[in-house]
């Protein structure tokens, strides 16, 4: 979201990208150098495979969304165990197993497919395995990962027990209320792509090493808007030498380079493992579209011939709700859903519960946004829209979790600018009264305390720096809210910046903010990519830290509920 040269980065001769997901140039080269089989033998049928692994999402206390993508054509199948914390396949009591035909995953949707799985066991640890039918009923290879359900909605801390009074070691969690989630946004953004030569996305592997339960991609799971060439030049003369495909040679515009983006970043090894073993509540932003836009935009960006930013953003939704296993039925991409390729809003702000101490609202603060101006309109402008703003007062007001956290892809009281004079989220510069864009946040603020809503927590990323904010009337100009804790993330595999200004409208205090050295700065050493990590405690303790992508620990903040 930041003014840094994303739009400079030179271009690059690519490798074309293999049908099975992409190669690397070199990976191009050797294919082309490999001779034709001789016309005469006969030809061998190719096994389908799955080359962007596998991923489920929305994980609730008995549902869950599984996704893959097929090389071909083929029927989606699943395969579910319920399994220790060890691995071992449970018997008796607590066994459960159950295979899943999907539906087909055809050329209309990339060949990608996903199942709802409902009617699971709460808080237990499952084996999954998924693979691909052809027509003609031969399999494809099978892919393992696994995950856990949420805990249900026994009494927090109350634990299950087999017929001989033992507790089955179903979870990583001691209890039954007990878990562990993580969070960040911006992957492949700047030109920094999939290095190799570094271990590649190495934030990932970081997140996946703390054996989170979940985690939540705040936005911008791709960078449409950035092309990605085969090296880069570092500020110190240090060569940045990416994996490079067709698809992220330029800024998308086709749905098929729209796709390329959710393929390319599929190709980092530590981010399919991840994803394979922890479920994913995904958002979106700008940069699966173009960066900053808002519906109705004509962009004015001379890499573009497609500058109707609804068109763009009508193939941007379709290869993001295609690749992100989610699972609101509304939202889920069929054909003909964006008849016309012209944009059409589809719900995909949602309410995930994960057992009775926290529920998570995932935020949609694109897709109903207002033009982005200077912000100080005398009456208020969307960056919700009415229909969510009432459908998140009403879902909050009502959620009997300990905990609510919001998820949002935006921050609330960080300055981020559109240019000199336009702003991009929330704020406007203005330490005064709500104005704009503020005016609908200080409805919802207003009516958490008004119904007496305790234990809200904002979590967003956007901004490529980590911070953690405390809002409070007592410094505000606008007063009627109860204090609350906003924590920043990111980027996980991106360029640095910040930290940006603050807006005093609500009163924020930064306790805490790290950055990197300077504005793009490479992810090579990993000391200047964020995520965050939440430990939900059997004794309700809510402890939010903020690590680096090598997992050292920032900073860390334990909260306690209020009754």
Request: net charge negative; with cysteine; hydrophobic share 40%.
């Given at each position: 979201?930041?003014?840094?040269?994303?739009?400079?980065?030179?271009?690059?001769?690519?490798?074309?990208?293999?049908?099975?997901?992409?190669?690397?140039?070199?990976?191009?080269?050797?294919?082309?150098a490999t001779p034709a089989a001789?016309?005469?033998?006969?030809?061998?049928?190719?096994?389908?495979?799955?080359?962007?692994?596998?991923?489920?999402?929305?994980?609730?206390?008995?549902?869950?969304?599984?996704?893959?993508?097929?090389?071909?054509?083929?029927?989606?199948?699943?395969?579910?165990?319920?399994?220790?914390?060890?691995?071992?396949?449970?018997?008796?009591?607590?066994?459960?197993?159950?295979?899943?035909?999907?539906?087909?995953?055809?050329?209309?949707?990339?060949?990608?497919?996903?199942?709802?799985?409902?009617?699971?066991?709460?808080?237990?640890?499952?084996?999954?395995?998924?693979?691909?039918?052809?027509?003609?009923?031969?399999?494809?290879?099978?892919?393992?990962?696994?995950?856990?359900?949420?805990?249900?909605?026994?009494?927090?801390?109350?634990?299950?027990?087999?017929?001989?009074?033992?507790?089955?070691?179903?979870?990583?969690?001691?209890?039954?209320?007990?878990?562990?989630?993580?969070?960040?946004?911006?992957?492949?953004?700047?030109?920094?792509?999939?290095?190799?030569?570094?271990?590649?996305?190495?934030?990932?592997?970081?997140?996946?090493?703390?054996?989170?339960?979940?985690?939540?991609?705040?936005?911008?799971?791709?960078?449409?808007?950035?092309?990605?060439?085969?090296?880069?030049?570092?500020?110190?003369?240090?060569?940045?030498?990416?994996?490079?495909?067709?698809?992220?040679?330029?800024?998308?515009?086709?749905?098929?380079?729209?796709?390329?983006?959710?393929?390319?970043?599929?190709?980092?090894?530590?981010?399919?493992?991840?994803?394979?073993?922890?479920?994913?509540?995904?958002?979106?932003?700008?940069?699966?579209?173009?960066?900053?836009?808002?519906?109705?935009?004509?962009?004015?960006?001379?890499?573009?011939?497609?500058?109707?930013?609804?068109?763009?953003?009508?193939?941007?939704?379709?290869?993001?709700?295609?690749?992100?296993?989610?699972?609101?039925?509304?939202?889920?991409w069929r054909p003909g859903t964006?008849?016309?390729?012209?944009?059409?809003?589809?719900?995909?702000?949602?309410?995930?519960?994960?057992?009775?101490?926290?529920?998570?609202?995932?935020?949609?603060?694109?897709?109903?946004?207002?033009?982005?101006?200077?912000?100080?309109?005398?009456?208020?402008?969307?960056?919700?829209?009415?229909?969510?703003?009432?459908?998140?007062?009403?879902?909050?007001?009502?959620?009997?979790?300990?905990?609510?956290?919001?998820?949002?892809?935006?921050?609330?009281?960080?300055?981020?600018?559109?240019?000199?004079?336009?702003?991009?989220?929330?704020?406007?510069?203005?330490?005064?009264?709500?104005?704009?864009?503020?005016?609908?946040?200080?409805?919802?603020?207003?009516?958490?305390k008004r119904n007496r809503v305790?234990?809200?927590?904002?979590?967003?990323?956007?901004?490529?720096?980590?911070?953690?904010?405390?809002?409070?009337?007592?410094?505000?100009?606008?007063?009627?809210?109860?204090?609350?804790?906003?924590?920043?993330?990111?980027?996980?595999?991106?360029?640095?910046?910040?930290?940006?200004?603050?807006?005093?409208?609500?009163?924020?205090?930064?306790?805490?903010?790290?950055?990197?050295?300077?504005?793009?700065?490479?992810?090579?050493?990993?000391?200047?990519?964020?995520?965050?990590?939440?430990?939900?405690?059997?004794?309700?303790?809510?402890?939010?830290?903020?690590?680096?992508?090598?997992?050292?620990?920032?900073?860390?903040?334990?909260?306690?509920?209020?009754?």
């Amino acid at each position: 979201m930041t003014e840094f040269s994303r739009r400079s980065l030179v271009k690059s001769s690519l490798a074309a990208a293999a049908l099975a997901g992409g190669v690397t140039a070199a990976g191009a080269a050797a294919a082309s150098a490999t001779p034709a089989a001789p016309s005469a033998v006969p030809l061998v049928r190719q096994r389908l495979t799955l080359p962007s692994g596998i991923a489920t999402g929305d994980v609730t206390s008995d549902s869950a969304v599984l996704w893959s993508r097929a090389s071909g054509p083929g029927r989606i199948t699943a395969t579910l165990q319920a399994v220790d914390a060890g691995g071992e396949v449970l018997r008796g009591r607590f066994g459960f197993s159950r295979t899943i035909r999907g539906p087909w995953a055809t050329e209309a949707s990339d060949f990608t497919a996903k199942i709802q799985a409902e009617k699971l066991p709460a808080n237990t640890r499952f084996a999954l395995e998924l693979s691909f039918e052809d027509g003609d009923g031969a399999a494809s290879e099978a892919v393992k990962g696994g995950f856990r359900t949420a805990p249900d909605a026994e009494a927090p801390g109350a634990k299950s027990t087999d017929a001989k009074g033992k507790v089955p070691a179903q979870g990583d969690s001691p209890s039954s209320s007990a878990q562990t989630f993580v969070w960040t946004g911006d992957t492949a953004g700047q030109g920094w792509g999939i290095n190799e030569e570094i271990g590649g996305m190495r934030g990932y592997r970081a997140m996946h090493n703390t054996r989170p339960d979940f985690f939540i991609h705040s936005g911008d799971t791709i960078y449409a808007d950035g092309p990605i060439a085969a090296t880069v030049t570092e500020k110190d003369g240090q060569i940045w030498r990416n994996i490079v495909t067709e698809e992220v040679s330029k800024v998308a515009e086709t749905l098929t380079e729209f796709r390329g983006r959710h393929r390319y970043n599929s190709l980092d090894a530590n981010m399919r493992a991840m994803f394979a073993e922890v479920p994913v509540i995904a958002q979106w932003d700008d940069h699966e579209t173009h960066n900053n836009w808002y519906p109705g935009q004509i962009i004015d960006d001379a890499r573009y011939t497609v500058r109707d930013v609804n068109v763009l953003a009508a193939r941007g939704r379709q290869a993001w709700q295609e690749n992100m296993p989610i699972a609101e039925t509304s939202a889920l991409w069929r054909p003909g859903t964006y008849d016309g390729g012209q944009y059409q809003p589809a719900r995909i702000y949602r309410k995930i519960s994960r057992g009775p101490q926290l529920d998570i609202f995932c935020l949609d603060m694109r897709t109903f946004k207002s033009p982005n101006t200077d912000g100080k309109e005398p009456y208020a402008t969307n960056i919700l829209g009415q229909e969510q703003v009432d459908w998140l007062i009403s879902e909050v007001r009502n959620s009997q979790a300990t905990w609510k956290v919001i998820a949002a892809d935006l921050p609330l009281g960080i300055i981020v600018p559109d240019g000199p004079v336009n702003q991009e989220s929330v704020s406007n510069r203005d330490n005064g009264a709500p104005l704009g864009r503020e005016l609908e946040i200080a409805g919802v603020l207003s009516a958490f305390k008004r119904n007496r809503v305790k234990n809200v927590v904002w979590l967003t990323a956007d901004v490529h720096y980590c911070a953690a904010h405390h809002y409070s009337p007592e410094r505000a100009a606008f007063t009627d809210f109860d204090p609350f804790w906003e924590f920043v993330a990111g980027p996980i595999a991106a360029g640095s910046f910040g930290p940006n200004p603050m807006d005093g409208t609500f009163g924020p205090e930064v306790v805490f903010s790290k950055a990197g050295r300077f504005a793009g700065e490479s992810p090579r050493d990993g000391e200047n990519q964020y995520f965050g990590h939440v430990e939900l405690g059997e004794d309700a303790t809510f402890t939010a830290s903020l690590r680096n992508a090598n997992g050292s620990v920032l900073y860390s903040k334990a909260l306690t509920p209020e009754v």
